[in-house]
């Protein structure tokens, strides 16, 4: 409990950059399709 106290700061900073990097979904899906997963949507 004690190292999350003291390092609660990069643990808050390393987890809303992580969340950021969703915000590539909002503007080109397909792109973050491609970036996360490796796959294309297909029949579009």
Known sequence: MR???TN???IMLVSGLLT???FL???S???SLRA???A???GL
């Open 8 to 10: 609660f700061k990069w």
């Open 25 to 27: 979904a909002l503007f």
């Open 20 to 22: 950021c990097t969703m």
């Open 40 to 42: 294309a949507l297909e």
């Open 3 to 5: 190292f999350f106290l």
């Open 29 to 31: 899906p397909q792109e």
């Open 36 to 38: 996360n997963f490796g």
